[in-house]
């Protein structure tokens, strides 16, 4: 499969490991929103979170973790943002799942994506629309 981030895994391609665990990779974004944004992949192909499986999803929450933990004690981040750009409609250039963490310092002005209001009775019909059960 000609997938960069599977060619990262298997070797083939040079990246920056974070972190290494059978299931999982974190390295670092080659190009990144501050230094120290790392990408956490899961070894096996999925294209994104529902393609994969529950248990492939823990093992990369946990990788997660442990990648933001080491942000914030070693780099000494005072937060960080998970972010998924989940299909290309989001954003997603890789078609290989694989979760954003970027390290925030206080104060560093990055500014996250703009909000609004909504309109009287539009929560209601969203909420109605994407309730699940
Ligand atoms: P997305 O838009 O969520 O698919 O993000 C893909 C990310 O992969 C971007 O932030 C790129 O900078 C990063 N990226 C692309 N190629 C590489 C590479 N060879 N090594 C590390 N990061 C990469
Ligand atoms: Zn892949």
Request: proline share 3%; with cysteine; charged share 30%.
């Given at each position: 499969m000609n997938c960069?981030?599977?060619?990262i895994i298997a070797g083939e391609i040079?990246?920056?490991k974070v972190y290494e665990d059978e299931d999982t990779l974190a390295f670092l974004d080659i190009n990144p929103v501050h230094p120290g944004h790392t990408l956490v992949v899961p070894k096996k192909?999925?294209?994104?979170?529902?393609?994969?499986?529950?248990a492939t999803l823990c093992q990369v929450i946990?990788?997660?973790k442990k990648v933001g933990l080491s942000l914030k004690n070693k780099l000494g981040?005072?937060?960080y943002n998970v972010q998924v750009n989940n299909d290309p409609a989001s954003g997603q250039l890789v078609p290989h799942l694989h979760f954003h963490l970027v390290p925030r310092m206080a104060d560093?002005?990055?500014?996250?994506w703009p909000q609004r209001a909504y309109q009287p009775g539009q929560a209601?019909?969203?909420?109605k629309k994407i309730k699940i059960n």
């Open positions: 960069i981030f599977c060619k040079p990246s920056y192909h999925y294209a994104n979170i529902e393609e994969a499986d529950e946990k990788t997660v981040a005072s937060g560093d002005g990055l500014k996250l209601e019909e969203v909420m």
